[in-house]
């Protein structure tokens, strides 16, 4: 027979043992609350007052729940029953009624009955209540809303209402942050310009702008121009040009520099401007400025002076003194003994421009009867002679008069180097004169593909992030002509992506789309990568706007499809920190080990877009 296991004994819960002081409170609500429950309205006031005093004077702090609100929380029930059982009349008593439900439904969680009674409340001296109350009430606000919004209920002027009482509260008691948060959750942040004096903004701004990346469209843009509300209202124009630049609106940068009437901070505007290869018309904004300083600040916004302020700081560092390839590698002759010649020298090529970039000196090109560029043979050359564009950097006067004598060249590939150089030269540098735009223009179409690729692509140097439409018309006819080399189109293809870096263009968009659809040798190797990658740059930090155009690269056949998409996508989203691209991208790339060869690229794209 088998034993039969004796049921286990639940373990008794002792009776929590009161003071005295909590004994004597403890009776004392009990005994309001069934004056509450007897239903005589004549002794509700003084009973409610009474019960409001002392929770008020529990709730300034709340480190656990209030003795008060803890005696009271098993009789919510019989309360609300008696809030029920009052005529709906609007009487002030049932108003008082209703704030005191509303506090006690703090302790439960469950419901959002405190929202509830709040807007049948008094609406007046939510502050009494406590700075915890305030906070559950903005949880509940936030909630009722999205449930709002879910039944396309639009009517939110209650929560509107209510809002515009806690914002200024939590203003008051140093919680921006909440008041952000809960303006954010309503969709009504032009609430909270007005509650925000000069020793919060900048507070409220830096909370504003980190939570940025975290924001869906088009919510960020709303944040990004709350901040510049905000710091124009307080004259912080430097970090007013920082949102303007980041939102791409060419009115508030406008707006920043008219209104900034320090000659030297706007001054320092037009350096910002100019690291971002923005130019504005300083003549067309009707400044109170004299004709010198029209042309200081149009020379700043055209880095006509980056080369003489460049050399300025290098010899005040005092590191004029190129310096050879030897010098970086430091190894000797006999390590490199093994590396064959015309290799190393183009190594050396590329080290020498880079360590002396635009310092206009070196020991191997620049110097007398010097023959170092044709120590290389084929595309070397063309390297080679690409590399003084690198140590004439931003010097367009003198740079292209030490070019110019490559440029007469009879060989093509030093030739179509010297071409490359030019644009390299005349990188991020504005000038009226266009000398680039007037050396590389008769190249474009030009029978022999390493010119035609050299001047492509020194346009696409010279005139990036410019949106020049002259150059465009010039490259548009590579990517439609049909004998053009998939080299040649690729390149010129690169170079529209550059000159309209950022701009969302949607005719080069389709150009470029279009001659990737209909060319079926581009849709193979690096030539469809870069034209893929030329796509990108149109909409880098662009975000939605490139939406349409995913969808029809969408069209093109596997694997490219998913390159296209996956690149064009991290491009349009580099820089924005926004975390449900990037977990997107992590996703494409926690998959490497199922991936098939053909989307290693794709996964590439992905890995570099989310550490970015």
């Known amino acids: 027979m088998a034993a039969t296991s004796k049921p286990e004994k639940k373990p008794t819960v002792a009776p929590e043992e009161l003071s005295e002081e909590d004994r004597q409170l403890k009776e004392k609500i009990e005994a309001q609350v069934g004056r509450l429950k007897e ?37 919510f029930a019989e309360l609300v029953t008696a809030f029920d059982a009052l005529m709906d009349d609007g009487s002030a008593i049932k108003k008082q009624f209703a704030d005191i439900l509303s506090v006690m439904a703090t302790t439960n969680e469950s419901s959002r009955d405190c929202l509830k009674y709040c807007l049948r409340g008094t609406g007046v001296g939510l502050d009494q209540w406590g700075h915890e109350y305030v906070r559950h009430l903005q949880g509940e606000i936030a909630e009722e809303y999205a449930n709002r919004m879910e039944r396309d209920e639009l009517n939110i002027e209650d929560l509107v209402q209510l809002a515009a009482v806690i914002v200024p509260y939590c203003m008051r008691h140093n919680a921006e942050p909440e008041a952000c948060d809960l303006l954010m959750e309503i969709e009504r942040l032009d609430m909270l310009a007005p509650h925000v004096d000069e020793k919060s903004y900048e507070r409220v701004c830096l909370y504003l702008f980190s939570c940025v990346p975290y924001v869906a469209e088009p919510e960020d843009s709303v944040l990004l121009k709350t901040c510049f509300e905000l710091y124009s209202r307080f004259g912080q124009w430097p970090l007013a040009m920082l949102v303007a630049l980041r939102l791409g609106d060419e009115e508030r940068i406008r707006e920043v520099i008219v209104k900034c009437g320090n000659r030297d901070m706007r001054r320092q505007l037009a350096f910002m401007l100019a690291r971002q290869q923005r130019f504005v018309p300083i003549e067309e904004l009707g400044l109170d400025i004299d004709d010198e300083e029209v042309t200081n600040l149009v020379g700043i916004m055209s880095n006509t002076r980056l080369s003489e302020s460049f050399l ?68 070397g050359l063309m390297s080679a002679a690409a590399s003084l564009g690198l140590l004439l950097l931003w010097d367009v006067d003198a740079g292209l008069s030490q070019i110019d004598a490559y440029m007469l060249s009879e060989n093509d590939q030093i030739k179509a180097g010297a071409l490359l150089a030019a644009g390299v030269v005349n990188a991020a540098v504005r000038n009226d004169c266009d000398p680039a735009l007037a050396l590389l223009s008769d190249y474009t179409m030009h029978n022999t593909t390493c010119l035609r690729i050299g001047s492509c692509m020194g346009l696409g140097l ?30 010129a293809a690169l170079a529209l992506g550059q000159i309209f870096v950022g701009k969302a263009d949607g005719a080069i968009a389709e150009a470029l789309v279009t001659a990737l659809l209909l060319r079926e040798q581009l849709r193979s190797g690096h030539h469809a990568h870069q034209l893929v990658l030329a796509i990108g740059l149109l909409f880098l930090g662009r975000q939605g706007e490139a939406e349409v155009t995913l ?34 991208l992590l996703q494409a790339c926690s998959g490497t080990a199922e991936a098939p060869q053909e989307t290693v690229e794709q996964v590439a794209a992905a890995a570099v877009a989310a550490a970015a």
């Open 551 to 584: 969808a029809t690269l969408a069209t093109l056949p596997a694997p490219l499809n998913q390159l296209a998409a996956t690149l064009v996508e991290a491009c349009a989203y580099a820089g924005t920190g926004n975390v449900l691209k990037v977990q997107k």
């Open 312 to 379: 300025k700081l290098a010899r005040d560092l005092d590191i004029m003194e190129p310096k050879l390839p030897e010098d970086v590698y430091k190894s000797t002759d006999s390590a490199r003994a093994g590396v064959d010649s015309h290799r190393g020298n183009l190594a050396s090529s590329f080290v020498n421009g880079f360590v002396n970039a635009g310092f206009g000196t070196d020991k191997l090109i620049l110097t007398t009867n010097s023959k170092w560029i044709h120590k290389h043979k084929d595309s």
């Open 462 to 491: 010279a005139y990036a992030g410019s949106a020049n439409q002259t150059v465009a018309d010039l490259l548009l006819p590579v990517l439609d002509d049909q004998n053009a080399p998939a080299e040649a189109v690729a390149v």
């Open 39 to 75: 239903g005589n309205v004549s002794l509700f006031g003084a009973t409610l007052s009474e019960l409001a005093t002392l929770i008020r004077s529990s709730t300034t702090t709340m480190t656990s729940v209030p003795k008060p609100l803890k005696f009271l929380r098993p009789h």
